[in-house]
Each structure stands twice: as C-alpha cells, then as structure tokens.
C-alpha cells in the first residue's frame, strides 16, 4: 500500500496492490472517504495492464510553480501538489502509475515506457470510480456529443449502464463536493479519445471511450501516456470553483510572446439576426457601437463573404477592435484544407477564429482540435471551440485558448423553452468549473424568455469566459440600462468568489480587478438573497446596485455606500437576478471611439418635452424611465442641416407598428418592429431628408400597436445614398422567370442550371468598390455567380437560408452584401449559378464603398 498526502494532508490518495496482484486506489479528504477503493490499469494488445504487477521502484517529487495565462478565472494558477510515482513489470513491459495530490483533489495517469516506438492497442480502461456512500447527491448529463444538455440533479438509482458526460458532480451529507472530469487529451496528437462515465451498477462510474470509436480499439503507440484521470474534492463551492486541476496537468506553454491575445466583451449579432453577417454594413455598426461602449470586439458568425472581410479587419483594429471568425470545423479538418484557408483568414486581419461543428469525442476528432489549434496558432489567431468537447485544461498549453462551447446556451431558445434558470444556476457549479464557458449570456428579446432581465445582465458576470459574447443586438443594447453593468465589466479578472449558491438553486458570484468588484446574481425560485461585503478592504465603497422591477422586465438602480462590514439585501423574483458594481469611487463609464453609427454628432430630444398631440400622452416607469404613450403624434422643435440624416427613436412596442415622420417639407413612412414589451426598449434607424434650418418634427403612429417613446436622437452621420435595381430591370434566360410573390412582389426564380439575369446597363458615377446588397429570399442556402462586363471581374458567393430553424419555405425576404469592383459610367451584370439552383431574387443595391 502506497500513500500520498497533498501539500497541507488534506487530500490522501492511497494506492492499492491485492492478492493477485491488481491495482486500486482510494481517495480521502480530511481523514473522509470520498472514492472508496477502486479499479486502475488498462488492457492493450501488448499486455494485459490490469493484474500481475510486480513493484519495481517508486519516486517521490514535490510540484510547486505558479503561472498565469492570459485569460483565466484568476490572475494566478497555483500548481501545488505532492507527485507519487510507482513502477511496475508486467509482462515484458514496464508500468507506471503517475499520481498527484493536491489541496483540493487527486489525479492520475498511466504510463507505458519504451526506448522505441512500438504500436499498440488500447482495447479498454479498467478505470473506474467508486464514491463513497456519503455522496448521495448527483448532478449529471446524459451524454450527448456537443455537451449542450443540462445537468440533472438525480441520486444513485437507475445508472446502470446510462452514459454520462464530465464533468460529473457529487455532493454528501457533510457537505463535501467532488467533480469527476479528465485532462490533457486534445494536444497529444490525437494519442486518445475523450472519455465519459458509464453507470456501473451501486455507486461506481466506470470511464468509457468515446461513443464514435464503436468498440474498436485506441491506436496509441509506444512510449505511452494516457489522460489525467481528475478527482476534485473540496469542502464548498468557492474551492470547487476555484480548482485548476484540468489546467495543473497540462503542459506548459512554449509561446514566449502573448501580447497579441486580447480577452474580452465581444458583440455578436446571430442571436438577435441569424444572417446578421451577410451584411458588411450591419458588421461595421457593431464595431462602431463597440468601440463607442468601450468593448474588446466583434465575433462575425456565419456566412460572412470574403470580399470584404479585410476591409471589416481593417475598419475594426482602426478602432481597437478585434475581430473573430465563424467557421466550420470541416472546412479546415485536413492540413490541407487548414493550411489554405486559416493563413488566408489571418492576413485579412482576422484576430481570431470561432470553429464550430465537431460535435465528436473520437480519437480522430480529438486530433484535428490539435492540427487546427497548432496552425492557429502558427498565425497568431486566438480559439474558440464551438460544438465541442469538454474542456480538459488544455488552456495553458495554448494560451490564445479564450473560450469553448460545450454548454446548452441562450442559442437553444431558437428551438426550445431551454436554458431555463435552474440550468443556468447549475452551470456556474459544473460546466464553467473546467474551463471557460461560450454561453453567449444576455439575450432577452425572444418571445419565449423564461428569466428576467436581471437574470440576463447578471450571466455576463456569473459566467467565466476569455471571450464573453453578449447575445443582445446592439439596438437593444443602446436602448437598456442594464447596458452600464455591461460596461463596467473587465476583459480579465484577478480573482473570483462564490458568496452564495447551490448548483439549480441561486449563484451569486463575485469577480475583482485591481480595486473594482463586480457582483452577479442569479435564482431560480424566489428568495431574499443576503451577502457579506467581507471581502471588501477597510474603508468605505460606492456600490450601484441593479435589479429586477416587480415584472422581471426593467432594470432599477440605486447606488449606496458600503463597507465590508455591511450585508446587502437582494429580493430576486423567480427565476430573477441582480447586478452590483462597487469602486472606492464609481467612475464614468469607458468609452472609445465615437462614429460611424455611435457618431457623437448627434442631439438628443427627450419624449417628455416633445409636444403630445391626438391622445398621446405622457408615462412614468417604475425606475423613473419618462415616455410618451404615442396614441396619436408627438412635436419636436428641431435644429438641422439641409442633408439627410438619421433620426434614432428609442422605443418600446409589443407589436410592430408603422411610423410617419415629417417636417412640413417631406414625409417618411417606415415599418417599426415590435421590442418584445412595453418596457423593453429598442432603437431604430429612420434615414429622414431635413429640409434644413429650425422646422418642427413630427412622429405621427399611423398603424399598428402603441409605442411608447422614450426619446430620439438626430444624428448627422452621413448616411449613405444607395442605388436599387429591381430584377424587372434585367433580362432573362434559360428558363428563369419573373414571378409574383404572395404579397404581390416581384422575384425572379429558376436562377441557376442554365437560368440567368443579365442587366445591360448599370451605371455609377465613378470607378471603385461598391457594395452590392441583395434582396432575397431562399428555404435552402444556394450559390451565386456574378460576372461583371463580359467576365473583366467575377465573384461567387453563397445566400443563406432565410426561413430560420422553420421549415424551409419561400416567403422570408433578406438580404447579402458582396464587395465589388465597378468601372465608372456603363456596367454589364450576369447572375448565375452554373452548380446547382439559384435563390429567388427581387433586386439589388449598389452602395459607394467609401
């Protein structure tokens, strides 16, 4: 028998050999059983590495080192444990147990020494975990390939034979909490699956291979080293949340200069506009609105177009901006196809990739996370896994490592009443233990939200992530209060701490940079939540404190003094939350560069001194936000230049409703869409043609629901003057035709497999870039040729699917952005797809790219 004590003999791990000569282990935790004695070893085609040891040597060292990494759950990662080694024979090979114990659980792998490489096969791990009879509480996840499923509070009945993924919780009469999860697996080289546990009959998992393998065996290879086998055994949550175990076993980084990485807040349309990256122009207001709000950067997901993705790049460093890239895993899971596509990505300025789609725990799998991962990189990209794997430490090999999926988040409400509140007060317990966490907190204009907006605000703060993607669109954003929480976030933080929680119940977590702490709450039932200051220092503190009003769907804010001596008191409502920020002294808020769409150039006229006409009328909420109820119209009295400019109204309407704006001289009718509330505010763009000098603006609802105004911005920003070519304008051929949509519309179908439209005459004023929109609508995504003056330019493309998730019907209109080359005065165009069908297509826009 073997032991090993951690650093300050909290944790022993104690190594068995029986009778005949097979190996076990148990773990304690003060003098406690936490696993009761169970199985090692594993069976190759070499040797059966399960029985018939004979004890060569055993080796003791001490690891004791700090590091940091550049985004983390905290400023310094202690590695801090006693190291066991035992050596064995078996058979004609030599064995090695490799075991740790920390202050806060135990690990172990196996080794296989060899002077030469030799194949070998790994048949089965003989791996398993016995708890001890105290954790009777269970939070597990069925298996599921992409580890989006939620984590189920159980006990120990019916888990025979049931797969589940890691990390698994367990939790005792005592209070002690143990997490079962594995490490180093995805930066070997494709030298092991990811594991899951398997329901062994009583109270043992045993680690199962990956479900992709199908029973076949491992292809390893002499010298051989598995994965960390991991066992966190802590007292409470803070210490369970603090763990870095995963990332301890890891190897070091060899990266000497991390400068270029940059953590952050990152805008990211999809969630609000699944197509939202066709469109250049929409992605330059997202930077523009980022760099305004003093943001890090802009994730542009799907079904962007290489045409004006460096000029994106180039725009957005201009303004201190980062820019992150969608791509799917199978467009580069070959070095071929990887060595193509990422250095050509990276030298438009892309500062990191969004890979997403593996969605597979195989050893193969497991082996392009690292060819992809190692190329990235090579070109200075940072990494965002999404439909991935489990993190398992491998962070601190690859510092540029930010984030990962592999956690059911907000995008499961496009398809379900999922993630509801009990899921995401356990996550902050299980899933975000292991490794940054690619939620996409913060989304709240989906119909079928299930929390308050408190709850929302609160995500970005509870949850740890190197790139912490904000699901919110920019136009609810500018329109929120809980928008100032968000700003006050910090890219990195120097220390986290659990004040109070219980995984599915409540989590109130708490997040320190330098002298700043940010505090967010989480529920699922209602409850009076009480926290202790005491991890303030001595003095006295300003704290804004945000929370829920009584409908869960307006942010009130107060700001009070505090000491760590003070508790402050929260009522959250069901399935509510709370934000607070606490400074010695509160500053302004960060801001950046102001243009573009956040243009500075603006004046603001509050609803309240706007003159009510045709029953509007004036409304107090009760966060002491003033609007007016736009029954009928409201008057402005308005200074402007004689030039187009856009008018921003602020808003809040259930349904869609239709607007007229005028000055005496023109009129403006456009479609409003509803903001999901009568108290969740939206802001939308009117571009208005003033007549110049002081007039009286007048915002008449002619149709639809009741908004209720909060105020308007007139903003001179320029916008820019656009050409539309409806398809009637063209010619057709081989077998296109016009037709009407069902609104009376006209569209042209049967593009493709030798249908064409070609317009003869396209004129611009001079030569240079323009950008070509098109409007569209398609149940399936399709290509697109367009060939310009006889083939002197010609580009392809691809316009997404605009039925959504739906069925695939004919009848959404949207719309895609290329960049193009036009020569002054007279243009030739051909649309075509010579691969396939063409989408429908009712016409395009040209705007001047300047």
Not at 53 to 82: C, L, M, Q, W
Not at 273 to 294: C, H
Not at 541 to 549: G, H, K, R, S
Request: proline content about 4%; glycine content about 8%.
């Amino acid at each position: 028998m073997w032991k090993l004590y951690s650093p300050n003999h909290t944790v022993c791990l104690t190594v068995f050999e029986s009778a005949e000569k097979e190996l076990e282990y148990a773990v304690e935790r003060n003098g406690q059983a936490v696993i009761e004695q169970s199985k090692l070893g594993f069976e190759s085609d070499l040797e059966n590495f399960t029985r018939a040891f004979r004890f060569v040597k055993e080796t003791r060292a001490i690891v004791d080192e700090n590091y940091s990494i550049p985004a983390g759950k905290k400023a310094v990662y202690e590695n801090h444990a006693n190291e066991m080694t035992l050596e064995f024979e078996c058979g004609a090979y030599t064995f090695v147990l490799c075991a740790r114990a920390y202050d806060d659980g135990a690990a172990f792998r196996y080794r296989v020494l060899s002077d030469a490489e030799k194949p070998m096969k790994v048949l089965r791990e003989a791996t398993n975990f016995n708890l001890a009879e105290t954790y009777d509480e269970l939070w597990l996840q069925h298996w599921v390939s992409s580890y989006e499923g939620t984590y189920d509070r159980t006990g120990w009945e019916d888990k025979q034979g049931r797969d589940y993924g890691m990390p698994s919780l367990f939790h005792a009469e005592n209070g002690g909490w143990v997490m079962l999860t594995e490490a180093e697996v995805y930066n070997t080289d494709g030298s092991y699956c990811s594991c899951h546990l398997r329901g062994a009959g009583g109270r043992t998992m045993s680690l199962e291979f990956a479900p992709e393998e199908m029973g076949r065996p491992l292809s390893c290879k002499l010298p051989f080293a598995s994965p960390w086998r991991v066992i966190v055994a802590t007292d409470d949550l803070n210490e369970l949340v603090n763990t870095t175990i995963n990332y301890n076993l890891n190897p070091p980084s060899v990266m000497e200069d991390t400068s270029w990485i940059k953590p952050g807040r990152c805008l990211w349309g999809w969630w609000e506009y699944m197509n939202s990256a066709q469109l250049y122009t929409e992605q330059k207001r997202y930077v523009d609105f980022a760099a305004g709000i003093g943001f890090e950067g802009l994730t542009v997901d799907a079904d962007w177009d290489i045409t004006w993705l460096k000029e994106l790049c180039d725009y957005a460093h201009s303004k201190g901006i980062v820019v992150w890239l969608w791509s799917a895993m199978q467009y580069i899971d070959t070095p071929e196809k990887a060595q193509e596509k990422i250095p050509l990505w990276a030298s438009c300025g892309v500062d990191g990739l969004k890979v997403d789609f593996f969605q597979n725990d195989s050893q193969h799998t497991m082996g392009q996370y690292e060819l992809i991962a190692a190329i990235m990189t090579e070109h200075r990209l940072m990494i965002n896994f999404h439909g991935a794997t489990k993190c398992m430490g491998e962070g601190r090999t690859w510092p540029n490592f930010m984030t990962a999926e592999g956690i059911m988040g907000i995008e499961h409400y496009m398809w379900s009443d999922m993630p509801n509140a009990r899921h995401n007060c356990t996550v902050p317990f299980t899933r975000n233990v292991i490794g940054p966490m690619d939620y996409t907190p913060t989304g709240f204009s989906n119909k079928n939200r299930n929390t308050t907006l408190g709850h929302q605000m609160a995500l970005s703060v509870v949850y740890e992530s190197g790139a912490s993607h904000v699901a919110a669109s920019i136009y609810y954003l500018e329109a929120w209060k809980g928008t100032d929480f968000l700003r006050r976030m910090k890219p990195v933080y120097d220390e986290v701490k659990v004040l109070s929680g219980f995984p599915g119940h409540h989590a109130a977590l708490m997040r320190r940079s330098n002298e700043e702490w940010l505090i967010g709450c989480i529920t699922d039932e209602a409850m009076i939540l009480r926290l202790k200051m005491d991890f303030l220092p001595e003095g006295e503190f300003e704290a804004d404190i945000y929370e829920d009003d009584y409908s869960g769907e307006l942010m009130m804010v107060k700001r009070i003094k505090v000491t760590s001596a003070d508790v402050i008191e929260l009522p959250l409502l069901k399935s509510g939350g709370a934000g607070i920020y606490i400074a010695k002294q509160i500053p302004d808020l960060p801001t950046g560069i102001c243009s573009g769409y956040m243009s500075d150039a603006r004046t603001e006229y509050l609803a309240t001194a706007g003159q009510t006409r045709q029953g509007s009328e004036p409304v107090v909420y009760d966060n002491g936000q003033e609007a007016a109820l736009l029954n009928g119209s409201i008057g402005f009295a308005v200074k402007t230049t004689d030039a187009p400019q856009t008018i921003r109204l602020f808003y809040a309407a259930t349904e869609p409703w239709t607007l007229r704006a005028s000055d005496g001289s023109n009129n403006v009718e456009m479609e409003m869409p509803q903001s999901g509330s009568n108290k969740i505010f939206l802001a939308k763009d009117v571009v208005f043609p003033f007549a110049g000098g002081e007039s009286a603006l007048f915002l008449e609802r002619i149709a639809g629901a009741v908004p209720a105004l909060e105020k308007i911005h007139i903003i001179d920003n320029n916008p820019q003057k656009e050409w539309y070519i409806p398809v009637g304008k063209g010619s057709l051929s081989g077998g296109a035709e016009f037709v009407a949509d069902a609104t009376g519309a006209e569209k042209v179908t049967g593009l493709g497999n030798g249908g064409e439209l070609t317009f003869d005459s396209i004129t611009v004023p001079k030569a240079g870039y323009y950008l070509m929109r098109f409007d569209y609508c398609a149940g399936e995504s399709r290509d697109l040729s367009i060939e310009l003056n006889g083939g002197e330019r010609a580009y392809r493309t691809n316009l997404h699917n605009t039925a959504g998730w739906g069925f695939p019907t004919w009848d959404i209109r949207d719309q895609r952005e290329i960049r193009i080359w036009m020569q002054a005065g007279n243009n030739t165009l051909r649309l075509y797809n010579d691969q396939g069908r063409g989408v429908h297509i009712y016409g395009f826009a040209l705007i001047a790219d300047e």
